[in-house]
């Protein structure tokens, strides 16, 4: 039986977060400088630099964030076009301009930089992680299911190769299992049919941070919906028998709460399976080296006693 790897998600999410809370600052000049903070430009550049030479479209992009109204990336590659970012090369196909090819190199140099400025663990600690997370990530890569990794597969387009930073190095591999874990999920729950927007909804009503859709509207604006589409997404929903309505209020049902246990189930033996290539030293060990850096690069405000 695989290890539980459960853990996973808020220890290199607290990692992640210290790393960005002593690197955001000078990323963020930098953005501010190219005028790069308008709108998802960000992300629309550094994904078409990632796939050069291969066009991006929208289809492309629904892929990779099957929660988000698929009607607005057409608007917003458009939009980006407009700004200079990206060119059309025809029906929603889209490249990275020489300008934003050029602005885009420069912020990953400048994130190799300063990741690797960083003071974490010790450089033979350090090198351990790597080795450890990297077997996870490539025996996730080489599991026959899910058979789709969409996310995961993103991942070696932003590899800064093998001169890279250790940190730069143990990023990259720490967001590639976050990743897994996006592709894992996915592949759980689209067997029952339901879409990106009608599952987060339930997701968001099961866990208890949503009962609305204005609710739902409030807390995902960057999933691009209003309140009358998670409207139709909540109703639809109590069609299946996954949520009650009352008063305006939803409310999961045992048939929801059982299937939405399933699918939480599924996404822990898919993620889990990743990690057989570790023995239970290992995998303790690789706790405890992620655990240690979370500690290291914990934000000074949020340090004991402070």
């Known amino acids: 039986m695989a290890q539980s790897a459960r853990w996973y998600m808020d220890v290199a999410g607290q990692s992640l977060a210290g790393l960005g809370a002593r690197t955001n600052d000078a990323l963020g000049r930098y953005v501010e400088e190219k005028n790069l903070s308008d709108g998802i430009d960000l992300n629309l550049v550094q994904v078409a630099y990632g ?172 999933r691009r919906y209003d309140e009358d589409a998670y409207e139709q997404a909540l109703q639809n929903l109590v069609a299946r028998g996954w949520l009650a309505e009352e008063n305006g209020e939803y409310a999961v049902t045992e048939q929801g709460k059982t299937l939405r246990q399933e699918a939480e189930e599924a996404t822990d033996r898919y993620f889990d399976a990743a990690w057989a290539s570790l023995s239970e030293a290992e995998m303790e060990a690789t706790r405890g080296l992620l655990r240690k850096l979370a500690e290291v690069l914990m934000p000074p405000e949020e340090e004991p006693g402070q």
């Open 51 to 222: 796939f050069r030479p291969e066009p991006i479209t929208s289809e492309f992009l629904v892929k990779r964030t099957p929660y988000a109204n698929p009607a607005s990336f057409g608007p917003l590659l458009h939009e980006a076009v407009e700004r200079g970012w990206l060119e059309a090369l025809g029906e929603d196909r889209f490249a990275i301009t020489d300008w934003g090819a050029e602005v885009t190199a420069g912020l990953f140099d400048l994130g190799d930089q300063v990741f690797g400025e960083v003071e974490s663990l010790p450089d033979e600690d350090l090198e351990r992680l790597i080795a450890l997370l990297f077997a996870v990530v490539e025996t996730a890569r080489q599991l026959p299911e899910p058979s789709e990794k969409w996310a995961l597969s993103w991942g070696t387009r932003f590899d800064r190769g093998p001169d890279a930073p250790r940190m730069v190095k143990a990023r990259r591999h720490m967001l590639d299992l976050l990743s897994y874990r996006d592709d894992v999920h996915v592949a759980a729950w689209q067997p029952y049919g339901a879409s990106g927007q009608e599952w987060e909804a339930l997701t968001m009503v099961w866990q208890g941070e949503a009962t609305t859709a204005a609710a739902l509207a409030e807390k995902l604006p960057y």
